[in-house]
């Protein structure tokens, strides 16, 4: 799927474009005049038609003229997983994305999971508390577990997906 952008002017007089390459946007704009004939310098770049999480990741960095390059990029080569691990950090966790961002710079540990007791379950299941004997396994208490996790761990949806994240 495509991902088509708008780039709305700020100059009320002006008329705005649509785009959907960092090409097809730099023509347009330089064209850009308002009905005095000036020139068009500054635009509120809008997301109009796309994925669910390119949408998510728009509005987690803020998409505006400076970083369109970048965005454009980042929808074309990042799969899911990696658009995932930036809306968290920039959307959610105070990391900032600039252009010489490494993915392996955000400190994060996200899980896909449902819930914070979800999440406990997982948990428990991959042996973080240790070997549990069967018949102590219908003792845990997962809510109590999860509300722990809740100390550290945040949930949210982001496009569709349920996960558990925590900000380190």
């Not at 454009?72 to 950090?89: F, G, M, Q, R, S």
């Not at 994060?108 to 508390?129: C, K, T, Y």
Request: glycine share 8%; net charge negative.
């Amino acid at each position: 799927m495509t991902t088509t952008l708008h780039a709305q002017p700020y100059d009320i007089s002006a008329t705005g474009f649509y785009f959907e390459t960092t090409e097809q946007y730099a023509e347009r704009a330089a064209k850009a005049v308002n009905d005095y004939g000036q020139g068009v310098e500054e635009f509120e770049i809008q997301f109009i038609d796309g994925e669910n999480i390119d949408c998510e990741l728009a509005k987690a960095i803020g998409l505006n003229q400076a970083n369109i390059e970048q965005f454009l990029d980042c929808v074309a080569d990042w799969e899911d997983p990696e658009k995932t691990n930036i809306i968290i950090a920039v959307g959610e966790c105070g990391y900032t994305l600039g252009p010489e961002t490494d993915l392996n710079d955000f400190d994060l540990d996200i899980h896909e999971a449902g819930s914070l007791r979800e999440l406990a379950e997982q948990f428990v299941d991959d042996g973080l508390f240790g070997e549990i004997p069967e018949p102590l396994q219908f003792y845990i208490d997962y809510d109590a577990i999860a509300r722990d996790l809740g100390v550290e761990y945040t949930e949210t949806e982001i496009a569709g997906m349920s996960v558990v994240y925590a900000c380190r």
